[in-house]
């Protein structure tokens, strides 16, 4: 994921991804928002001041996306803002070496209180595993301000559930950059340019033709 | 000119000016496809937002006690140039990916 996630440093953000293989359950990817906070105030840390504590998203794809609205219903207060790339449908979750049971890998997008995009595709794989109706159905559930987003061709290619994965490893990220980017601008930076995508009178995430049935709320 | 124009011509003088006018616009559509050929961008916050930031890049690890890594950690390799405090993202993978 590293040519997401290093394109998200190059505008300023610091990101931190447990490494290990199944994080649905949100506990681990939580910890390590919490490990930067403790790290902005050691004094001997590469970080120690230079992390905006107040401005923290949790964002995820697949296992890892239910892991991200799992965090952020678990802990509201230090996850500002959530970002899902193909968030599964809950026939999905399961008992796995990060969640005893399936329950425990079981996000519940409803109970979000705070803003959210939830981001998808038309591929293959994804109208089995995470659908634009399963997309939708959560982003209607929401009570928050919401952005739904679903991408036809990323990279020139039609995308799918692994896209946002690297070039190197078989995926075609570069067409989720622009909102996904935007959509942290927005929330964390205030960016009032990166607002235009996802609010307004015309908002540009809705008459873009590469996302075609995106909506907010 | 292109095809399609030549018969945008063509139509107007046979069939009417509605037609034409509907050819023409298909000949306008076509020949802006191309990304090269449009002067500014469609949709100018995704290509704000798409291109690549302006801070330099660098990516570390955290390890636990034992020495396992537990974390990837991609960020601005200078916390001075930015001009705000670095806003944190926490990224959750999808079943058996790793970050880097």
Same mark, same amino acid.
């Given at each position: 994921?590293?040519?997401f996630?290093? #394109? ?5 953000f ?5 490494t290990?293989? =199944?994080?649905?359950?949100g506990?681990e990817?939580?910890a390590?928002?919490?490990y930067l ?8 840390s590469v970080?120690?001041? #230079?992390l !905006?504590?107040?401005?923290?998203a ?5 296992q890892g /996306?239910?892991g991200?609205?799992q965090?952020?219903?678990? !802990?509201?207060?230090?996850?500002k803002?959530?970002? %899902?790339?193909?968030?599964?449908n809950?026939?999905?979750a399961?008992?796995?070496?990060? &969640?005893p049971?399936a329950?425990? &890998?079981?996000a519940n997008? /409803? ?5 959210v995009?939830?981001?998808?595709t038309?591929g293959?794989?994804?109208?089995i595993i995470?659908?634009p ?10 009570s928050? #301000?919401a /952005?739904?987003g679903?991408?036809l %061709?990323?990279?020139?290619k039609?995308?799918? #559930?692994?896209?946002i994965?690297?070039t190197?490893?078989g995926? =075609?990220p570069?067409?989720?950059?622009g ?6 601008e927005?929330?964390l930076?205030?960016?009032a340019?990166a607002a235009? /995508? ?10 873009n033709i =590469?996302?075609?049935?995106?909506a907010?709320? | 000119?292109?095809a399609?124009?030549?018969?945008a011509r063509?139509?107007?003088?046979s069939?009417g000016a ?5 050819l ?6 076509a020949?802006? *496809?191309?990304?090269?050929?449009q ?7 995704q ?14 690890t @955290? ?5 396992t $890594?537990?974390y990837? $950690? ?12 670095s806003?944190? @993202?926490t990224w959750?993978?999808g *079943? ?5």
């Amino acid at each position: 994921m590293s040519d997401f996630l290093s #394109h998200l440093a190059s505008y300023g953000f610091t990101v931190i991804a447990s490494t290990l293989p =199944n994080t649905g359950s949100g506990n681990e990817i939580d910890a390590a928002a919490h490990y930067l906070v403790t790290q902005n105030g050691v004094t001997a840390s590469v970080y120690h001041g #230079h992390l !905006d504590t107040s401005e923290v998203a949790s964002v995820g794809t697949s296992q890892g /996306a239910g892991g991200a609205v799992q965090a952020a219903t678990k !802990d509201p207060t230090l996850i500002k803002t959530v970002m %899902t790339f193909s968030l599964p449908n809950a026939i999905w979750a399961g008992s796995n070496p990060d &969640c005893p049971t399936a329950a425990d &890998c079981t996000a519940n997008p /409803a109970a979000l209180t705070q803003p959210v995009f939830f981001a998808s595709t038309y591929g293959f794989w994804d109208a089995i595993i995470a659908s634009p109706a399963t997309e939708k159905a959560y982003f209607l559930s929401t009570s928050v #301000h919401a /952005a739904l987003g679903i991408i036809l %061709t990323s990279d020139g290619k039609l995308a799918d #559930h692994t896209s946002i994965q690297d070039t190197a490893d078989g995926g =075609n990220p570069g067409g989720f950059f622009g909102y996904a980017t935007a959509w942290l601008e927005y929330q964390l930076r205030g960016n009032a340019t990166a607002a235009g /995508a996802f609010s307004g009178p015309h908002p540009e995430l809705l008459s873009n033709i =590469n996302w075609p049935g995106s909506a907010v709320k | 000119m292109t095809a399609l124009a030549i018969r945008a011509r063509r139509v107007a003088a046979s069939r009417g000016a509605r037609v034409a006018a509907a050819l023409a616009a298909a000949a306008l559509m076509a020949s802006l *496809t191309g990304a090269a050929r449009q002067p500014a961008p469609l949709y100018p916050v995704q290509a704000a937002f798409a291109s690549p930031g302006p801070y330099a890049t660098t990516t570390g690890t @955290v390890t636990d006690t034992s020495g396992t $890594v537990i974390y990837d $950690v991609f960020r601005p390799s200078d916390y001075s140039a930015l001009g705000f405090q670095s806003p944190i @993202v926490t990224w959750g993978n999808g *079943t058996g990916a790793s970050p880097s």
